[in-house]
């Protein structure tokens, strides 16, 4: 007699395994997020940078330009003139070299204006007009994202062009002029009205405004020249940097004798002498700060240096001797310098025994400047030299907001820039009876710690490239080089993407549970069958997915 058969297991009986869900085993979680990389909490724009570098690796450089000037609408200046924070936050500076966002940044908007790209066009849905008083760079951010957002908007310039600072501080050996023209050009062509000429320079200027418009935007940059006691501004061997730099840049410099002495150590004080230099000068930096503590961006005191310019560092004027043939004899003293706890805030020790004496025909001087509060003072609330505003670029009136150098003492394009974005989201909000702007999200900074580095092979940073100092020098061109195409591409390559899912199906292939799923534009977990074990998260290139512990 035969034996009965023996009974089939029971998981034969279901024809699969989805009936055991093993995800209550389970004592965490993996969660996929977007959480913000380094370099985006350092941008002074906000800029999605991973994101951009993402298209720009995958060779979309359209996308990457569109996902950058959603927040700035300047890449190609921005990724000249920058002083690049996000490349000081970024996590590969911890495991090889930095990435090169700021030459990025540049190729792309470089791109754009080469191959004609422009914003889509924006019909005026808002019954209310703003004003933005200023036209630099952050009246036109201001301007632009205003406009994209539907409403009409007018641009009160005092100058004959638009640019500030950008057109009369920055030399076009910096910043090409045909680049700044074609980014200031693209925000017009979305129907930005502009009255230049026109200056805000009473009570009762500012009073119309306010009359005639439902916001007001004051961008009118620091145009006010600091002085030094030590200098007798009457005399024709003195003159201020910002003077001088408007007329260098316009190609016009002043003819300031053969030695010419430049005092200050940030960004404008080597742009006027380097501008001297170009203009045949012997030139000589006389800097508070030592070297190491410039303010200036390093690159630009490597350059000057290139360009035979002699930096005096730590050291300060006391008096000035002109003789009678027009000679001056600069008595000079070394000092200590030590920071204060706010930008611009400074305090200065001379060295005894330390005196010495340069030489020189004319002395320009550019250690910064004040904006011209005159106009509104009367009216807004300020703090110290610039007017005071909230973070969301507020004024203590309603309706005033107020940005850039006229706000704000960091006096940085970008800082400036953002300023401008800043304030268009909360006019915005404010026109539309809504909240707030948001604010940034809860999911904390991804450090290197969370990225796995075996998927990014260690390679060095793009080489700057820029002109050798004989062709700088007679030609007046652009000095720093662009990166190019394969360059471009191999430097977007390192970047880490830091919170940046980039559908590298790593989470799906090594789950030994298949609780991965393919969704549209990402993935999800299965959470029936998910034993937590952390595969995906320790194989995820990017740190856009974390454990998470799941209380029950």
């Known amino acids: 007699m035969n034996a009965p058969p023996k009974p089939v297991p029971a998981i034969w009986t279901t024809g699969s395994t989805e009936a055991i869900k093993t995800g209550t ?7 996929y997020r977007r959480a913000p990389s380094p370099c985006h909490l350092a941008c002074p724009v906000n800029g999605q940078i991973a994101v951009w570098l993402d298209q720009a690796r995958r060779g979309d450089f359209h996308a990457a330009w ?14 000249r003139i920058c002083h690049h924070p996000c490349e000081t936050a970024c996590n590969r500076a911890s495991y090889d070299e930095s990435l090169a966002i700021c030459r990025l940044e540049r190729h792309v908007g470089d791109r754009a204006i080469a191959e004609g790209w422009r914003h889509a066009d924006v019909a005026v849905t808002r019954k209310e007009r703003i004003a933005v008083v200023g036209g630099g760079p952050s009246g036109l951010s201001a301007a632009y994202h205003l406009r994209r957002r539907g409403y009409a908007v007018t641009i009160f310039e005092a100058q004959a062009a638009l640019g500030g600072l950008m057109r009369d501080g920055i030399p076009p050996y910096r910043l090409a002029r045909e680049v700044l023209d074609a980014e200031i050009q693209r ?39 600091k002085r030094l006691a030590q200098l007798d501004y009457s005399r024709p061997w003195v003159m201020d940097g910002a003077v001088y730099l ?18 200050g150590g940030g960004s404008a004080a080597m742009d006027a002498a380097r501008s001297a230099r170009r203009a045949g000068h012997e030139v000589r930096i006389l800097a508070l700060e030592p070297e190491a503590r410039l303010p200036a961006q390093r690159e630009e005191v490597i350059e000057a240096r290139e360009e035979g310019i002699e930096l005096v560092d730590a050291a300060m004027l006391e008096s000035v001797q002109a003789d009678t043939g027009g000679a001056l004899r ?24 330390s005196e010495f004496t340069l030489e020189a025909d004319a002395i320009v001087a550019s250690i910064g400047q004040d904006p011209e509060l005159a106009p509104v003072q009367a009216l807004l609330e300020t ?62 900074v991804v450090s290197l710690d969370a990225i796995n580095t075996f998927y990014h092979p ?21 000095v720093q080089l662009g990166l190019d195409p394969g360059a471009a591409l191999a430097e977007s390559a390192r970047c880490f993407s830091c919170g940046n899912c980039i559908l590298c199906d790593n989470c799906f292939h090594y789950c030994p549970d298949l609780a991965i799923k393919r969704v549209p534009g990402g993935y999800e977990v299965a959470t029936d069958y998910c034993k ?15 454990m998470r512990e799941e209380i029950r």
Request: hydrophobic share 40%; glycine share 12%.
């Open 330 to 353: 600069l008595r000079c003293v070394r000092v200590h310098f030590e920071a204060g706890p706010v930008r611009g805030q400074f305090s200065v020790t001379p060295v005894p025994g």
């Open 25 to 31: 085993w389970r004592a965490a979680l993996p969660i």
């Open 458 to 478: 260690k390679a060095p940073r793009a080489p700057e490239r820029r002109l050798a100092p004989g062709p700088r020098l007679e030609s007046g061109i652009e």
């Open 246 to 263: 408007a007329h260098a840049n316009a190609g016009t410099p002043p003819a300031l004798g053969r030695r010419v002495v430049v005092i």
């Open 66 to 79: 569109t996902t950058l000037t959603e927040n700035n609408p300047f890449p190609a200046i921005a990724g």
């Open 187 to 225: 925000i017009l062509d979305l129907g930005v009205q502009v009255r230049c000429g026109s200056t805000l320079a009473t009570p009762a200027d500012f009073e119309r405004l306010r009359a005639d418009y439902d916001a007001i935007y004051l961008a009118m940059g620091a145009r006010r020249q």
């Open 383 to 444: 703090d110290g030299t610039v007017l005071r505003t909230d973070p969301r670029q507020a004024t203590s009136v309603e309706g005033v907001f107020a940005g850039g150098d006229v706000a704000s003492n960091a006096r940085f394009v970008t800082e400036a820039i953002g300023m401008g974005k800043r304030a268009a989201q909360q006019i915005d909000a404010r026109l539309r009876g809504g909240a707030s702007a948001p604010t940034a999200g809860t999911e904390p």
């Open 532 to 546: 937590g074990c952390g595969a995906c998260v320790r194989e995820c290139p990017t740190g856009s997915m974390v």
